[in-house]
């Protein structure tokens, strides 16, 4: 696994993730409810259930006591438990940014950056993940007017860490589809020129997949937003679907709502361009200045 930033935080993120689910089998294996677990570390089944699913650290005494109330007495095996809580609780590098991010968006960078596949549908914006430096610049300072340009830089440095994840020894598949009508306002100038020569180089990696959503397909409509679904090379981890609102987000892991949105994303890919499609529309795009633009805002970049 890659050293560098990046592969610290796939690595931890697993860990704590892999520590939660053994406890919830413990916990299970011994009969015991959440609730009752929750009042045996002096919180309640919410903190549980965070715990169980690697979404915040582990205290050692919470973790001691669990054991303690699940049975396990074994020196030995109680010790190796402790460690890994220890080692959960290791910082990684987003923590250097958490004044920027809100707790779900560190939860979300944790789980991206551990992920072996990342299938997302982005009808307004391109993923984040795709985009190059002059455009992801222009679009942090659009969502973020009153940020100083300390903050646009820091911001962009976390995006651009993120990329990061794309060119590691262990890159996640990307399976990406764009709303069409999202690339009509990157046509007339320079910096967004760029940006379709990058979605292009991009596109033709052998673990990236992306296709385009003609605004034609009369479905799409009731597509309501964006959404990401998360896939893990760990068995014990569960898929998760990220759904990203205005000033917050969802992570869903029931099985039930994970199928809904595996089902939804695979009916768009069969709405969606081809990927060789997608590269032959992309490249007519450089061609053909005639191409509709409806938001010329993202071409005012100094």
Same mark, same amino acid.
């Given at each position: 696994?890659?050293?560098? /930033?990046?592969?610290? *935080?796939?690595?931890?993120?697993?860990?704590?993730?892999?520590?939660?689910?053994? #406890?919830?089998? #413990?916990?299970?294996?011994?009969?015991?409810?959440?609730?009752?677990?929750?009042?045996?570390?002096?919180? *309640?089944?919410?903190?549980?259930?965070?715990? =169980?699913?690697?979404?915040?650290?582990? @205290?050692?005494?919470?973790?001691?006591?669990?054991?303690?109330?699940?049975?396990?007495?074994?020196?030995?095996?109680?010790?190796?438990?402790?460690?890994?809580?220890?080692?959960? @609780?290791?910082?990684?590098?987003?923590?250097?940014? !958490?004044?920027?991010? /809100?707790?779900?968006?560190?939860?979300?960078?944790?789980? &991206?950056?551990?992920?072996?596949?990342?299938?997302?549908?982005?009808?307004?914006?391109?993923? !984040?993940?795709?985009?190059?430096?002059?455009?992801?610049?222009?679009?942090?300072?659009?969502?973020? /007017?009153?940020?100083?340009?300390?903050?646009? =830089?820091?911001?962009?440095?976390?995006?651009?860490?993120?990329? &990061?994840?794309?060119?590691?020894?262990?890159?996640?598949?990307?399976?990406?589809?764009?709303?069409?009508?999202?690339?009509?306002?990157?046509?007339?100038? !320079?910096?967004?020129? &760029?940006?379709?020569?990058?979605?292009?180089?991009?596109?033709?990696?052998?673990?990236?997949?992306?296709?385009?959503?003609?605004?034609? !397909?009369?479905?799409?409509?009731?597509?309501?937003?964006?959404?990401?679904?998360?896939?893990?090379? =760990?068995?014990?981890?569960?898929?998760?679907?990220?759904?990203?609102?205005?000033?917050?987000?969802?992570?869903?892991?029931?099985?039930?709502?994970?199928?809904?949105?595996?089902?939804?994303?695979?009916?768009?890919?069969?709405?969606?361009?081809? /990927?060789?499609?997608?590269? *032959?529309?992309?490249?007519?795009?450089?061609? @053909?200045?005639?191409?509709?633009?409806?938001?010329?805002?993202?071409?005012?970049?100094?």
């Amino acid at each position: 696994m890659d050293g560098g /930033p990046v592969g610290q *935080s796939r690595g931890l993120t697993v860990l704590r993730t892999t520590l939660g689910t053994q #406890l919830r089998r #413990l916990r299970e294996a011994s009969g015991v409810t959440a609730a009752v677990a929750g009042h045996a570390i002096r919180a *309640s089944h919410i903190k549980i259930s965070r715990m =169980e699913r690697g979404r915040i650290g582990f @205290n050692e005494r919470d973790v001691a006591d669990l054991l303690t109330l699940y049975g396990v007495t074994d020196q030995h095996q109680r010790a190796k438990f402790l460690a890994l809580a220890r080692q959960a @609780n290791a910082t990684d590098w987003a923590h250097h940014y !958490s004044d920027l991010l /809100p707790s779900w968006g560190q939860t979300y960078l944790g789980l &991206e950056q551990a992920s072996s596949v990342i299938r997302t549908y982005q009808p307004r914006l391109l993923p !984040s993940l795709l985009q190059t430096e002059g455009f992801a610049r222009a679009i942090l300072r659009l969502l973020h /007017p009153s940020a100083s340009a300390l903050d646009i =830089e820091r911001r962009l440095a976390l995006q651009m860490t993120r990329q &990061e994840i794309l060119t590691s020894p262990d890159a996640p598949r990307l399976w990406a589809v764009i709303d069409q009508a999202a690339l009509w306002r990157l046509v007339g100038c !320079s910096t967004l020129q &760029e940006q379709i020569k990058h979605l292009i180089t991009m596109a033709q990696l052998p673990h990236v997949r992306l296709q385009l959503l003609p605004v034609y !397909s009369g479905e799409y409509v009731a597509i309501r937003g964006p959404f990401t679904i998360l896939r893990f090379a =760990e068995p014990e981890l569960t898929d998760i679907v990220y759904l990203q609102q205005h000033t917050t987000a969802l992570c869903l892991d029931r099985d039930e709502d994970v199928q809904h949105y595996r089902e939804l994303m695979d009916h768009i890919c069969v709405l969606a361009k081809s /990927p060789a499609d997608t590269i *032959s529309y992309l490249g007519a795009i450089l061609a @053909n200045s005639e191409v509709p633009i409806d938001q010329p805002w993202a071409c005012d970049i100094r």
